[in-house]
């Protein structure tokens, strides 16, 4: 199915391209020594003793972390028992990292905003009040002249050029997010996305600007993108939720039926009849939280959903959104994967040493797909005629190997910094296609990110936790079968087993008690080699935080005082 649309904003968070062969095993700088990335690991707190139960720890949680918290909390799918590990512990290992939590470093994100005669180009911008990504979508309504209010999201008025200098909408909305490009990988390797910079100082840039919300994974963060609200009313609040007391994945089925809002694709494409272009490129369906309910919601109709599974097929959910017959037809992957391949010199399917080249399943963890996707975006836009008329068209897309590279390599090793420039290129070319395809002054553009990323465990000092791990002492502390369906972890808490707990006696509040108390002794996974800067602190309490979803309101007035 195709559909015409007219005007529309570009909100990206792009891609790059790097040429150039070098001598650090193909990273696109020549003949220069690889920079150190740019890291100070917070100090850590002398921890004498336990907490005396759950109550008494989460007393002393900061109220910033505890509203986040909270406005990732979706009755009867999120946890039935909330944590927030001690700074700087966080669940992965020592060399593979997560990126969940409630802090800073996770939460803040670049949001910049850019286009001419659409956006003010008063460079960074420091607002008085909260900026969060929720206030996305209201601000997008506006430029394209649609009235979309939400209850979290507030327009960004300060960086709009006021209505009536507007000539008209921008003809196209690309909206791109940096998956795990958040401020503190930018931070980090602060020479590597020089077009994003230019971008911030062009136009506007949300200092201080934060996803609102926990925790910092990827589904809901979207969601709130495309919803203009935060999980606790849209109802994506992790990666693998509850439904109906059941496991289920928030898009399982590549849908969004467990969006409980609608989405501004879903409420502007209703209020122009459906005739705008509304559509997606991304890796994963947690991408379609930005998009729309397609013809999933009541009056809606099929928009484009591109995805892109791990076998680089590209594909759709049919019934429920459309994908053009010839996606799969697009050139230009091989080229791609040759030019990555050679910029060590040789045509050796490696990249940064790697021998991964020659796998789908293993590039898409390099730049290839970074490189290649701005391709597939191009030839979409152009062919299903994004900002061809009168209506103002939505074009949605994530860059995912940030993301990917930073799970296998920690946002502290040069895989990142690769990665980072060559999505950061990528701004260049689509700004360039924008001028040429839609016309200079006639699109504007978002740049933004999901979640930051955890540093390497041994330079942050921070103690990988091992949900395995966790989940067997629970269930051994409580007398149960550790591969029993009493407890299951998630970046946010742990569910429980309801019937278990009635049948045993045992209460949320008595598990809360056991995780605050929980030590990093006990989390050790047998067999495992332990760092020496670690063994003194065997006896410190992994949480800073854990108590029952339904005490919200006793962990409130505690903080209150």
Known sequence: MRKRGVVALALVVVAACTQGQDTNGGSGRPNQAFPEPVFTPVELDEVTSPPDGW????????????????????????????????????????????HSGPWDYLAEVPLVFYGPGFIRPVGPVSLEREVTLADIAPTLGELIGFDFPTPDGRVLDEILVPEERRAEPPK???????????????????????????????????????IGSSPSVTPPVHTTIGTGVLPNRHGVVEIIQRNNGRSVNSFGGKVADLVEV??????????????????????KSWHLGMLSHGARWPGGDEDMAVLIDVEEKLGTTPGVYYAPDYVNSIGGLQKTIDEVDLRDGRRDQTWLGREILDSPRDRRHTSVWTLHQTKV????????????????????????????????????????????????????ELT??????????????????????QPDAQEARGWPISMSELEKDIAEHFDQDPDGPFVQGSASGMWLDDEILQAEGITQEDVADFIIRYPIRDNIVEGEDIP?????????????????????????????G
């Open 432 to 453: 360039e296609f924008l001028d040429k395809q839609v016309g200079k002054r006639a699109w504007a553009m978002v740049v933004t990110a999901d979640h930051g990323q």
């Open 172 to 210: 196209v909305v690309v909206v791109v997010a940096w998956d795990g490009g958040g401020t503190n990988v930018l931070e980090a390797w602060p020479d590597f996305w020089p077009e994003l910079k230019g971008l911030k100082d062009a136009g506007a840039s949300l200092e201080g600007a934060t």
């Open 377 to 428: 975006i191009k030839t979409l836009m152009r062919r299903e005629g994004y900002g061809a008329d009168e209506i103002p068209d939505l074009f949605f897309t994530n860059y995912k190997q940030l993301d990917e590279a930073g799970h296998d390599w920690n946002m502290l090793n040069r895989e990142i910094a690769v990665v980072l420039e060559d999505t950061d290129a990528q701004l260049a």
């Open 55 to 98: 109550l008494d720890g989460s007393c002393g949680l900061d109220p910033v972390i505890f509203e986040r918290m909270m406005r990732g909390h979706f009755p009867e799918r999120s946890p039935d028992v909330l944590w927030a590990p001690r700074t700087p512990n966080f669940f992965g290992g020592f060399i593979q990292t997560g």
């Open 262 to 283: 609608p989405m501004l694709g879903d409420a502007y494409d209703l209020s122009v009849d459906n005739q705008a272009q509304i559509g997606l490129l991304a890796y």
């Open 532 to 560: 020496e800067q670690y063994r003194s602190r065997y006896d410190e309490p992994i949480f800073e935080a854990a108590f029952p979803e339904t005490a919200e309101s006793q962990v409130a007035r505690c903080l209150a």
